[in-house]
């Protein structure tokens, strides 16, 4: 059992269509190559912060292969390749880390 904490500065003005496009584009092919969203927040900068283009959410993969091996699937398949515009075009940003359980 695999999970990555992915965290996202969306261009300014952005975050709406990137939504869109991340709910009806991008996740239900993740889906398809075996990855399930956990969750998914912004943030909306109410705390007095400066932080309210941040995109977060939690992948988890529970298939055969690697990460890296599942990863490179979706990112190779014909299907992601032929998502024009990418939505990737809006972030400006990104981290990611795979997380290990620690309870």
Known sequence: ?????RMYV???GEMKEWIDEWNTQLVPLRRRYGFEVL???TTDGTDGTD????FVWILHYSGPKSWAEAE?????SPERKAISPDPARHIAS????????AL
């Open 72 to 76: 490179a699937d979706y990112y190779g």
């Open 10 to 12: 969306i261009r300014p």
């Open 94 to 101: 990104q981290e990611h880390w795979l997380m290990t359980p």
């Open 1 to 5: 059992m695999k999970h990555q904490l």
């Open 39 to 41: 969750g998914a927040w």
């Open 51 to 54: 932080e309210k283009d941040r």
